[in-house]
T-cell receptor, first 112, second 115 residues
């Protein structure tokens, strides 16, 4: 069964600090992996997408990495801001499918 | 929200009553999905559609039905609402079949409370 596991479940950091969120998956065959940001009361919005051949993808202060061999991804947030407070969801799509597998998300709270 | 609207945005209903949620898109995307989101569970797929009148079940489809008579509209019906169906419901759309261009765009959500 395809699964996506995220850690930690929740994280509290101070404004200006960096943090890293983890995603492990067992989806096979692999097509792509996305990180979504979901603000409270809103739908998820895509941050990055990574395919098999990509190791790193950046979007401003967000940098995603992918190790397809170990089936792990991370999302690194640099110089956190209060607006980074949200849930971050890792989503993996299997090759040939249009039904992605969702992780349960990491809830990030950035304190001033 | 990528041309996706959901209605109503909030609804409170009583156990046993029928409820219909509507998802409307202006992107002409082929695929549409209904998810529910609950604390500790993340997003779970209820039903999806791969074309007009073409639908299929997701992992938590019991108690729900869907219909898609037009490309732009995807309806989710709770025939007889139960308290366990209290949740936030998200509609999503996508166009590309698969591969690196595949992306789901999500609507703003509908908060449903069944009392």
């Amino acid at each position: 069964k395809n699964q996506v596991e995220q850690s930690p479940q929740s994280l509290i950091i101070l404004e200006g600090k960096n943090c890293t969120l983890q995603c492990n998956y067992t989806v096979s065959p692999f097509s792509n992996l996305r990180w979504y940001k979901q603000d409270t009361g809103r739908g998820p919005v895509s941050l990055t997408i990574m395919t098999f051949s990509e190791n790193t993808k950046s979007n401003g202060r967000y940098t995603a990495t992918l190790d397809a061999d170990t089936k792990q991804s991370s999302l690194h947030i640099t110089a956190s801001q209060l607006s980074d407070s949200a849930s971050y969801i890792c989503v993996v799509l299997s090759g040939g499918s249009y039904i992605p597998t969702f992780g349960r998300g990491t809830s990030l709270i950035v304190h001033p | 929200d990528a041309g996706i609207t959901q209605s109503p945005r909030h609804k409170v209903t009583e156990t046993g009553t029928p409820v219909t949620l509507r998802c409307h898109q202006t992107e002409n995307h082929r695929y549409m999905y209904w998810y529910r989101q609950d604390p500790g569970h993340g997003l779970r797929l209820i039903h999806y559609s791969y074309g007009v009148k073409d639908t299929d079940k997701g992992e938590v489809s019991d108690g729900y039905s869907v219909s898609r008579s037009k490309t732009e509209d995807f309806l989710l019906t709770l025939e007889s609402a139960t308290s366990s169906q209290t949740s936030v419901y998200f509609c999503a759309i996508s166009d590309a079949v698969t591969g690196s261009y595949y992306e789901q765009y999500f609507g703003p959500g509908t908060r449903l409370t069944v009392t």
